[in-house]
């Protein structure tokens, strides 16, 4: 079964500070890669998503996320964070094999400072 | 206003009780999926459903059972309660295979 691994659990960061959260699966096949921000209180909301093509992608929000393959990663990016962007981040991935299931990492709560 | 609603959104309960957890979505979405959240596990899957009558077992099913004889409703139900159970319980919906799925706000239970 795969796994997702969410590296950093607790960020701290103040406004303007570029972000950086890094996401990798354990799965060798082809897989459909989510971002997923939950803030205070709500549901998830997805950020972007990556099927295919570009490894590069362009969420809601002014974030992107990079896939590479050789990695197994799918790192999240935002170049200048701001107070509203504290919530929870959540990655997730569905293998190929997986119909439509995904498999979450255990979350990263960003806290931006005023 | 099409969506995806759970019901409710707060309970708190006693060991040994049952209770369920209600999930509506208006999309028609042929898939449903439970999770539930727990600090420092992230999201992990409950059960899931591919259409009307069809569920299967995800990550951690035990002690839950669930039911899906409309598509558009997809009960949770715990027969016995008990506080390793209390969470933050997630539904989700999609359409298509391989599209995102679409969250639910969440029920928080609790189990005393």
């Known amino acids: 079964a795969q796994s997702v691994s969410q590296h950093n659990h607790h960020v701290i960061l103040s406004e303007a500070a570029s972000l950086e959260l890094g996401c990798n699966y354990s799965y060798g096949g082809t897989v459909n890669l989510f971002w997923y921000v939950q803030y205070p209180g709500q549901h998830l909301q997805l950020l972007l998503k990556y099927f295919s093509g570009d490894p590069l992608v362009k969420g809601i929000k002014g974030f992107e996320a990079e896939f590479i393959k050789s990695k197994f990663s799918f790192n999240l990016r935002k170049p200048s964070v701001q107070w509203s962007d504290t919530a929870e981040y959540f990655c997730?991935?569905?293998?190929?094999?997986?119909?439509?299931?995904?498999?979450f990492g255990g979350g990263t709560r960003l806290m931006v400072k005023p | 206003d099409a969506g995806i609603t759970q019901s409710p959104r707060y309970k708190i309960t006693e060991t040994g009780r049952q209770v369920t957890l209600m999930c509506h979505q208006t999309w028609s979405h042929s898939y449903m999926f439970w999770y539930r959240q727990d600090l420092g596990h992230g999201l992990r899957l409950i059960y899931y459903s591919a259409a009307a009558d069809i569920t299967d077992k995800g990550e951690v099913p035990d002690g839950y059972v669930v039911s899906r004889s409309k598509t558009e409703n997809f009960p949770l139900t715990l027969e016995s309660a008990t506080r390793s159970q209390t969470s933050v319980y997630f539904c989700?919906?999609?359409?298509?295979?391989?599209?995102?799925?679409?969250f639910g706000d969440g029920t928080r239970l609790s189990i005393l």
């Open positions: 989700a919906s999609t359409g298509y295979s391989n599209q995102p799925q679409h």
């Open positions: 997730a991935v569905n293998a190929a094999n997986a119909g439509n299931m995904l498999t």
